[in-house]
């Protein structure tokens, strides 16, 4: 017997929450956003600028829906990155030498240094 006795709250597998795809209806809309403003932002010079009221445009017009579409897809890395990460060395991180101070000089006492009056 489980200790959750409602049926209605079942939690998804592991395994089967990234088969899940995104709404297609939410995913048309937010890829056809995202690529309106990638096409604004490349045919249209004011658009490269910035605004007192938004900021800089580009990243509200190309970055934001850009992001919001990937995070239709519960933010799954590329697999370009993951295979990056693979290739990375694994060993410790190498140690920096440390240098040894230059010995401090003693004041020239004949010119007047120190704060001693000639």
Do not use: H, K, N
Request: charged share 20%.
């Amino acid at each position: 017997m489980t200790l959750s006795s409602s049926r209605r709250s079942r939690t998804p597998q592991p395994g089967t929450r990234a088969l899940q795809a995104p709404d297609p209806r939410i995913l048309r809309g937010v890829r056809q956003v995202a690529l309106a403003g990638l096409a604004v932002v490349l045919v249209w010079p004011a658009a490269r600028g910035s605004s007192e009221w938004v900021g800089w445009l580009p990243m509200w017009l190309v970055g934001m829906p850009c992001l919001a579409w990937w995070s239709l897809y519960r933010f799954r890395l590329p697999t370009s990155l993951l295979a990056w990460q693979a290739r990375r060395r694994r060993g410790p991180q190498a140690r920096r030498r440390v240098r040894r101070a230059a010995p401090r000089l003693r004041p020239d006492l004949r010119q007047g240094g120190a704060g001693q009056a000639v």
